[in-house]
């Protein structure tokens, strides 16, 4: 059987462009890859296995939560109620993980991490660690993002995916991470076909008028406390609930 993957005439030179590049030079962001920070590896391979354990246990998965450390924390204390409220009914599986880059995603998808069920919705957020570990360019980033959505559409191919801008980080717009992450937004947003793949930047929900990020809502200026999980939950509910064909 045949796969055809509908996307854009935009996205698909952009694919085009980020292939070309990839053969002049080997793009880290696209090179699939184990965690190999001291801090992470002691844990990282353990709940790769245990989602695979997990996941076999499942009669379905109906809601996908793919990501790094903000979207791995949704298991945690501070955003469980949000979790319960808006989630828990929905059959979810969430395979966030603390540290990660685009090429572990890649890595993760590659060995069986989404094998043998087809999300309604899969919600992907990814990148902020491709700025903040190495402050990669926005282009490269963008290019890690594109990989594992051609990588989520070959192995899900029922499956709607929810793009997410990479949420804004830093005191201000001033912050140079923040810029990479904005100039990688602007390239991703361009890979949605509003068909398979769907864009949605809900940022400004995070920031002051001023754009500064306050720290009542992300007390490290990157990840969302409780407060913040509520704001991320109820800004995308309305497009969860369309594309999850439940309106």
């Known amino acids: 059987m045949k796969i055809h993957f509908a996307i854009t005439v935009t996205a698909l030179l952009l694919v085009s462009q980020i292939t070309l590049a990839a053969a002049d030079k080997k793009i880290k962001a696209t090179t699939p890859e184990v965690q190999t920070a001291k801090w992470a590896v002691k844990w990282w391979m353990p709940r790769h296995e245990q989602k695979l354990a997990d996941l076999k246990k499942l009669d379905k998965v109906d809601l996908l939560m793919v990501g790094d450390s903000i979207t791995h924390s949704w298991e945690n204390k501070k955003a469980k109620p949000t979790w319960d409220k808006y989630y828990a009914k929905r059959n979810p599986f969430n395979i966030g993980f603390s540290g990660d880059r685009t090429e572990q995603v890649i890595w993760r998808l590659q060995n069986g991490a989404v094998e043998g069920i087809s999300p309604k919705l899969a919600i992907v957020m990814i990148g902020t660690n491709n700025a903040g570990h190495r402050k990669e360019a926005s282009k490269e980033t963008a290019a890690g993002v594109a990989a594992i959505l051609k990588e989520m559409r070959k192995r899900l191919p029922k499956t709607k995916i929810l793009l997410l801008a990479i949420f804004p980080r830093g005191k201000d717009n001033d912050d140079v991470l923040r810029k990479l992450n904005q100039g990688t937004n602007k390239i991703i947003a361009k890979l949605a076909d509003n068909k398979h793949i769907f864009f949605l930047d809900i940022n400004k929900k995070f920031l002051a008028e001023d754009g500064k990020l306050p720290k009542e ?21 309305p497009t969860v609930k369309k594309l999850m064909g439940e309106d």
């Open 217 to 237: 809502i992300m007390p490290d200026l990157l990840h969302p406390n409780g407060k913040g999980y509520g704001i991320w939950a109820e800004a995308m509910e």
